[in-house]
Every structure is written in structure tokens, then in C-alpha cells.
């Protein structure tokens, strides 16, 4: 197994470290492909089509209690607002989930999925038991699949980013990865 030097700039000391270059691939492709599955699947069961009703996020967002309660006030008491709300959260996490199975447009799908974590993580902040719970951790993987570019190894991004659209446009390899 071959091992990779890398140097990172922390706090303004540089810190060597190494690495499995080959096994850190892989781990990567394992977390882009579970957090994937993950919102696949959490979106498609809250379609209509599938749960046998329409998703509605009125009640969670009328009884939120949270930081950000003030916020989910707003946008359940707005009608437009909470019609696009239900709208959204399934179609986004389907989504978000989509791009990150097949491994196409993978940091746009992981900024939108911290998005959603960081409200979900806010929405149900029940810390008695401390900060730390599971819509943290799904915060904390999307962050690994965006800054680690997980897409570019057995993905749909190592393949947009060789087309010649993209290679003229150089800044749209911020959204692949």
C-alpha cells in the first residue's frame, strides 16, 4: 500500500501528515455512495407518489423548538413559502442524494446537503444530551465529500470535467468533484 506525504497549514504551523493514497480512495467512494443512498432515499420515500400523500413540513416547522424557531415561523405561516418548502425538501434530497450515487456535480450536491443538515441540525436541536448528534455527523460527511472531491474517483465529475465545455470554463470545476 502506497503512502502519500501531505502539508497543511494549521494555525499558522505546518503539519506534515500521510496517508493510503489507494484505501483513501476507496473510503471516499464508500461515504460519497452511503450519504447518498442516504438523501436518495429519504427524498424518494417522502415523495407523494410513494408515501401516499402529500409531504407536509407544517407541523414540524409550527413546533420547532430551536435557535432558528423564528425562521420556521416564518416560512410555515407563508403559504407560497411552505408550498415550496414541500416541495423542495423532497425534490432536494432525492437530489442531493442522486449526485452524490452517481457522483456527478458532487460539491454543489454536498453544499446543498450541509445546507439542509445545518437546518435539520438547528430544527431539531434537542442537546440535552449534548451538541453532538446525527444531523451533525451528516453535516460533518457532506463537508468530507465536497472538500475531498469524491466525485472524481468513480464518478460522473472525472468525466464532465475532461469535456471541452468545462475546460474553457475552469470554474466550473468548483461544482464537480
Known amino acids: ?61 409550527q413546533n420547532a423548538e430551536s435557535p432558528i424557531a423564528w425562521l420556521f415561523e416564518i416560512v410555515a405561516g407563508t403559504p407560497w413559502l411552505l408550498e415550496f418548502t414541500n416541495v423542495m425538501i423532497p425534490l432536494g434530497e432525492f437530489l442531493i442524494g442522486l449526485g452524490l450515487v452517481l457522483g456527478a456535480l458532487v460539491r454543489l450536491a454536498a453544499f446543498f446537503g450541509g445546507v439542509l443538515m445545518t437546518l435539520f441540525y438547528l430544527g431539531n436541536a434537542d442537546w440535552a444530551h449534548g451538541y453532538v448528534n446525527g444531523d451533525l455527523m451528516g453535516l460533518m460527511l457532506f463537508v468530507i465529500v465536497g472538500v475531498f472531491a469524491a466525485g472524481r474517483i468513480l464518478g460522473v465529475d472525472a468525466y464532465l470535467e475532461q469535456l471541452e465545455f468545462v475546460q474553457r470554463r475552469p470554474w466550473l470545476r468548483y461544482l464537480f468533484g
Open 1 to 61: 500500500m502506497a503512502t502519500n506525504q501531505a502539508t497543511v497549514q494549521w494555525l499558522g504551523k505546518q503539519q506534515e501528515f500521510e496517508y493510503a493514497d489507494s484505501v483513501a480512495g476507496y473510503v471516499m467512494v464508500g461515504v460519497r455512495l452511503i450519504v447518498g443512498y442516504w438523501f436518495l432515499t429519504s427524498g424518494w420515500g417522502k415523495f407523494a407518489f410513494v408515501a401516499g400523500e402529500p409531504f407536509n413540513a407544517a407541523g414540524y416547522l
